[in-house]
């Protein structure tokens, strides 16, 4: 069964552009996990536009032993006022799962995966770091990647993330056969290599299932901004429980 990691980076935005706790992120935790949800995601970034550090150590108390607590993030940022950086964070709050995003700082969003013939090598130690926190490490990597992952195994890295960015595009825009098949590619040789596969980035409703049928060794997607949108028309818990039924 592939669990559904509700992301709720844009309950944050929306609470942070009034101020005060509205939405409360506790409470919509809550709701998600009360509707089936087996995961909460979040991405703290260092310019504390959405989720905080002070959020990430809340939500890890609240899922602890309920469901998954998946901590998303640039282990290369280095610290600064309100953000000790990923390693820290992970370190203090010991999520499931961490996931390691190549994001630069003024990205909106993550927008590429690691490049694993590369990238490999500067993440040996803080791979390394993040095992002896005792949570899973997942990669964030592009559709189309082919090589690398016996290593990344041989590392103690568990799982790769699919970047389902271009993936959700092109359904979009009613041609995606061949960035599926890239998808599908993928996972392939990940779990060739003895990898998990999870996949996030503008998945919803509509794109999902033909995603799932495709991988069927997906074990997470990560959702959070289609999810959101939805259910400000149809309410987060009915929601949540759509996106279950989609992945069932």
Known sequence: MTTLSVNLNKIA??????????????DAAETCIAAGCGGITVHPRPDRRHVTAEDVAMLAGLTRDRVEFNIEGNPFAP???????????????????????????????????????RDLDRLVPLVAALNRCGCRVSLFVDAGSNTGFERARALGIARIELYTGPYAQAFADGNYAAELDRCAQTAALAVAAGLAVNAGHDLNQRNLPAFRRAIPQLAEVSIGHALICEALYDGLAPTVRRYLSALA
Not at 13 to 26: D, F, I, K, S, Y
Not at 82 to 97: A, C, D, F, K, S
Not at 103 to 113: L, R
């Open 13 to 26: 935005v929306l609470r942070n552009a009034r101020g005060g706790t509205e939405p409360n992120l506790r």
């Open 79 to 117: 610290a600064r006022a309100g953000y000790p950086g990923l390693l820290e964070i992970v370190r203090t709050t010991r999520p499931t799962q961490a996931t390691l995003v190549p994001d630069a700082d003024g990205q909106v969003t993550s927008d590429h995966g690691f490049d694993l013939g």
